[in-house]
T-cell receptor, first 111, second 114 residues
Framework: DAKTTQPPSMDCAEGRAANLPCNHSTISGNEYVYWYRQIHSQGPQYIIHGLKNNETNEMASLIITEDRKSSTLILPHATLRDTAVYYCIVTSTGGAQKLVFGQGTRLTINP | GAVVSQHPSWVICKSGTSVKIECRSLDFQATTMFWYRQFPKQSLMLMATSNEGSKATYEQGVEKDKFLINHASLTLSTLTVTSAHPEDSSFYIC??????????FGSGTRLTVV
């Protein structure tokens, strides 16, 4: 079973920051938070991941609370192409650990 | 970055026939590969995990004799849907993971059984 809880859907205006929350209250000390997104009929695309420190890359920023029980993915300037289903996944280190997907958040960017 | 190639992107087959889907890691060695299935408007459901040279580990409820997984090399895994039926119609997605490469997904295969 997925270890995360996300709102089923969100809307955001084009050009604004999109903030996607994720609750992972049962996260363990060695578990990372991964974010992927899936555009219709494509494979999931990696966005970002982190352990406890905030992370930023060219796509997004990841803010993890100090107790690590929740996190927020931030798309700083959302575009129409960011419309997708966003998945927050918790998994322990090591590539052999499986990624279990929850229902994700369907983000719609409106012009 | 890491690239995973999945083929075919779509396939239509007759009921009772078998279909093979390939998943290749192009620029890294995939020590572990994962196969998922996704029905319309639903999330990805993990079917099985395979490590190179070992038998695949199937998730509960997934028929191992129906969904044959082979991971004979560090760059190739195949999923064969045997004796396919219309209820097997779905979107199948592979994911590959290697040392330091995280999890990279293929583009998916749309299977339609008629």
């Amino acid at each position: 079973d997925a270890k995360t809880t996300q709102p089923p859907s969100m809307d955001c205006a084009e050009g604004r920051a999109a903030n996607l929350p994720c609750n992972h209250s049962t996260i363990s000390g060695n578990e990372y938070v991964y974010w992927y997104r899936q555009i219709h009929s494509q494979g999931p695309q990696y966005i970002i991941h982190g352990l406890k420190n905030n992370e930023t890359n060219e796509m997004a920023s990841l803010i993890i609370t100090e107790d690590r029980k929740s996190s927020t993915l931030i798309l700083p300037h959302a575009t129409l192409r960011d419309t997708a289903v966003y998945y927050c996944i918790v998994t322990s280190t090591g590539g052999a650990q499986k990624l279990v997907f929850g229902q994700g958040t369907r983000l719609t960017i409106n012009p | 970055g890491a690239v995973v190639s999945q083929h075919p992107s779509w396939v239509i087959c007759k009921s009772g026939t078998s279909v093979k889907i390939e998943c290749r890691s192009l620029d890294f060695q995939a020590t572990t590969m994962f196969w998922y299935r996704q029905f319309p408007k639903q999330s990805l459901m993990l079917m099985a995990t395979s490590n190179e040279g070992s038998k695949a580990t199937y998730e509960q409820g997934v028929e191992k004799d129906k969904f044959l997984i082979n991971h004979a090399s560090l760059t190739l895994s195949t999923l064969t849907v045997t004796s396919a039926h219309p209820e097997d119609s779905s979107f199948y997605i592979c994911s590959a993971s290697g040392r330091g490469s995280g999890y990279t997904f293929g583009s998916g295969t749309r299977l339609t059984v008629v």
